[in-house]
């Protein structure tokens, strides 16, 4: 029997939507399948462009490039969308622009 997913409520403050997540996917894939334009680029850890501040609730973080997400950013509250996976209801704010 697979693992059971967990739900959690994803709010992006930049559109003003909360939607579903699970805690197997990225906040930038949710958010990205709910039709919000969250800006990103490489989608892999390793440009930056996805890089968000998180508001509210926590996240593990996916293997990354190490100058994609720097300790002091981490220690900023900053993580990446693309590498980001809720551990619990989480907000966040994008900060970058992405390809735009
Ligand atoms: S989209 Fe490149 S680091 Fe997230």
Same mark, same amino acid.
Not at 35 to 62: E, H, M, Q, T
Not at 64 to 91: F, M, N, W, Y
């Given at each position: ?5 967990? $739900?959690? =409520?994803?709010? %992006? ?5 909360? %939607? ?7 906040? $930038? ?13 490489? @989608?892999? &850890? ?6 968000? =501040?998180?508001?509210? &609730?926590?996240?593990?973080? $996916?293997?990354? &490039? ?9 220690? @900023?509250?900053?993580? $990446?969308?693309? =590498? ?11 900060? &970058?622009?992405? =390809?735009?």
């Amino acid at each position: 029997m697979a693992p059971q997913k967990k $739900l959690h =409520r994803i709010t %992006i403050a930049n559109v003003k939507k909360t %939607i579903n997540g699970s805690d197997n996917d990225t906040v $930038l894939h949710t958010a990205l399948m709910a039709g919000i334009d969250f800006p990103y680029a490489c @989608a892999s &850890g390793n440009c930056g462009s996805c890089i968000c =501040r998180l508001d509210s &609730g926590k996240v593990s973080l $996916l293997p990354r &490039g190490d100058a994609s997400l720097l300790p002091e950013q981490i220690k @900023a509250g900053q993580t $990446l969308a693309c =590498r980001a996976r809720p551990r619990g209801d989480v907000t966040v704010t994008w900060l &970058g622009r992405g =390809r735009k």
